[in-house]
């Protein structure tokens, strides 16, 4: 009786492939294709591949509400003293003013008394009309500890935000420019 050869041939090569892939599929979920395969004759094994995970974020937090506030802005001196525009504006008026009241000495005493109090009155009007906006965030840091931030720049309610400092910003997660 003739035995049939090629089907024996073929079965005996379909259970090699088939064993063959399933080592590359088990090589596959143990590592990569190269550790897989083992070193190369003559070559030194490798140490393995060790990938960190990223340890928590200590300054990681979430802004839970954010409240504009109006700030006095900072006051410029004229040619780097603390003397104001609004100071010495005030201070030649009042001035002025207090020269035109009382005679002799009185007129002195009135002169730079004037003034002064018209150098207050200045600087007091220069500093409320100067105004800025700033936003106070009070963030959720990751350890459940709270922090409140004031920037110029306003953060979204919920965002995720990284604190540096005295300053928040979106953490890349969050942030479309990167």
């Known amino acids: 009786m003739p035995t049939n050869t090629s089907v024996n041939q073929f ?21 990569s294709w190269a550790q897989a395969a083992g070193p190369a004759p003559g070559a030194a094994a ?30 410029k001196g004229i040619a780097g003293t ?22 002799g000495s009185g007129r002195t005493a009135a002169t730079v008394v004037g003034a002064a109090g018209g150098a207050y009155a200045g600087n007091a009007i220069e500093k409320n ?4 906006t700033a936003y106070v965030m009070h963030i959720r840091m990751a350890d459940g500890s709270r922090r409140t931030i004031e920037q110029s720049v306003a953060l979204r309610r919920g965002s995720q935000v ?6 928040a910003r979106l953490t890349r997660a969050n942030n479309p420019q990167g």
């Open 11 to 31: 079965s005996g090569s379909a259970v090699a492939l088939i064993a063959a892939r399933t080592a590359l599929v088990a090589a596959a979920f143990a590592g």
């Open 82 to 103: 603390p003397v104001t525009p609004g100071m010495a504006i005030g201070g030649v008026v009042g001035g002025l003013l207090g020269n035109q009241v009382g005679h």
């Open 162 to 167: 990284v604190v540096e400092g005295k300053t």
């Open 46 to 75: 490798r140490p393995p591949v060790v990938v960190a995970q990223n340890a928590p974020c200590r300054n990681c937090g979430v802004v839970e509400s954010v409240e504009r506030v109006q700030r006095p802005a900072p006051t």
């Open 129 to 132: 009309r100067a105004k800025r």
